[in-house]
């Protein structure tokens, strides 16, 4: 199911199985996933000072290199991720920055993926078929 998602070959596949032990009962949402991975940011508030969000301290490393390799990867092979990829580059994101945001995406798909149960589409499933 999973190698079937462009950009998360076998290998990029089973490293994420390794790093997360294959139970996504553990994080709960993606947003936990997400952060557990490094490509989320996170609060860094103190007083009255709010809005700090900064990259997480503490994260796995494993997790950290599978999320972006994926997004480059998926950026060369797949034409949905790469007009993702463009329009950040168009908002002024740096190459960095919008790989960063396109691997959070694909942490969401990732996750609706596996809470479902289902294969990677290009197209969006049908709302009415449901």
Known sequence: MITSMPGLGI????????????DMAVF????????FGGVAPVPR???KISGNL?????YNRRLQRVFPTSALFSIRH???????YERKR???????????ALARRRVNVLWAL?????????????????
């Open 90 to 100: 168009a908002e002024g994101k740096r190459h960095t920055q919008a790989v960063l």
């Open 78 to 84: 797949c034409a949905e991720s790469r007009r993702f």
């Open 54 to 58: 900064r990259r997480p301290q503490r």
């Open 11 to 22: 290998i990029l596949g089973a490293e994420f199985l390794a790093a997360t032990g294959g």
């Open 28 to 35: 709960g949402t993606a947003d936990r996933l997400a952060g």
């Open 114 to 130: 596996l809470r479902d149960g289902r294969c990677y589409e290009f197209s969006p499933p049908n709302a009415l078929a449901a």
């Open 45 to 47: 508030d103190s007083g």
